[in-house]
């Protein structure tokens, strides 16, 4: 059976109550099957995870942007994460059986359809149609606040959608991508610029780790700081391998790691490297969890 994975992140992470109605409308759809939603205030952000069959993760999708847009509105959001739309970014991931042009498809059927409801859509990673469009950063950068000015430039005229500024819905980054691991490291200070001096250290566009994306944010709610990360390929860049270095970077400013939280879900690749690192269990390998022989 073919599976594909979506992991829409939707910029309201106060309100629950009209979370839980975002996920009620993916609910709707039979065979889907909802993984993973958690909601943080301190970024205003929600990270809901499903996964199906293709064209009924689809239908979710759709299901769960109409909802999405009735009931956010971005004229009055405010968080520390970046951001540019009520439904900001919907990845498509493969899991099993369904090769990457399938999944760039079915991000660009999304993203016709978004387009349609009067929100201005930007294909990014492997669904991109301009090399300067692959970066979700770069794609991202001015965020909500500067996209009036942003739709005005002949170069980010979108892919879908009117270029347009549309004050309730912004506009929203839509693709096909690798798996990613949300990890995020949480510090004991209330410095953010200690969180951004490390996040800077680990991150590949200032000479850090080749598949870590990392900005400093401050939780104020917790009083700490957190260094928030995409490990956009864990194969090549272990989790392990960079909250080491963080810990590393931490204690020469004086401060600890308080905790740190993986947001949505995890491949089991990244979790055997996690055993083999802390447990020292070199030779360790998947095949040995019980669990995984359900699997096949």
């Not at 800077?200 to 598949?211: D, I, P, S, T």
């Not at 810990?247 to 400013?253: G, K, T, V």
């Amino acid at each position: 059976m073919k599976i594909l994975m979506c992991v829409p992140n939707i910029s309201e992470g106060t309100n629950l109550d009209l979370v839980e109605q975002v996920v009620a409308a993916i609910r709707q759809v039979a065979g889907v099957k909802i993984l993973n939603y958690s909601s943080d205030p301190d970024h205003n952000r929600s990270v809901l995870t499903y996964l199906g069959q293709p064209a009924l993760v689809l239908e979710a999708s759709k299901a769960m942007a109409l909802k999405a847009l009735d009931l956010i509105d971005m004229a009055r959001q405010h968080g520390s994460h970046p951001r540019m739309g009520a439904i900001d970014v919907v990845p498509f991931v493969p899991v099993r059986g369904v090769e990457t042009a399938e999944a760039v498809e079915i991000s660009r059927q999304f993203g016709r359809f978004l387009g349609e409801q009067g929100v201005p859509v930007y294909y990014y990673e492997d669904s991109a149609t301009r090399p300067e469009r692959v970066n979700l950063a770069t794609v991202r950068k001015g965020q909500y606040e500067g996209l009036p000015e942003k739709l005005k430039d002949p170069a980010w005229i979108p892919d879908e959608g009117p270029a347009t500024f549309n004050p309730r819905t912004g506009a929203t980054a839509v693709g096909a991508r690798y798996p990613l691991i949300a990890f995020n490291v949480n510090l004991r200070t209330t410095d953010v610029e200690i969180a951004r001096r490390i996040a800077k250290a680990v991150r590949h566009l200032n000479g850090g780790f080749r598949y870590v994306k990392a900005m400093g944010l401050a939780l104020e709610a917790q009083n700490m700081v957190q260094v928030s990360m995409n490990l956009t390929n864990y194969t090549q860049t272990p989790l392990p391998r960079v909250l080491e270095t963080i810990r590393m970077e931490a204690a020469r400013h004086g401060v600890s790691v308080a905790g740190t939280e993986i947001v949505g879900t995890i491949p089991l690749g990244a979790v055997e490297e996690i055993v083999k690192h802390y447990v020292q269990a070199h030779d360790f390998d998947l095949s040995q969890i019980i669990e995984t022989s359900l699997l096949e």
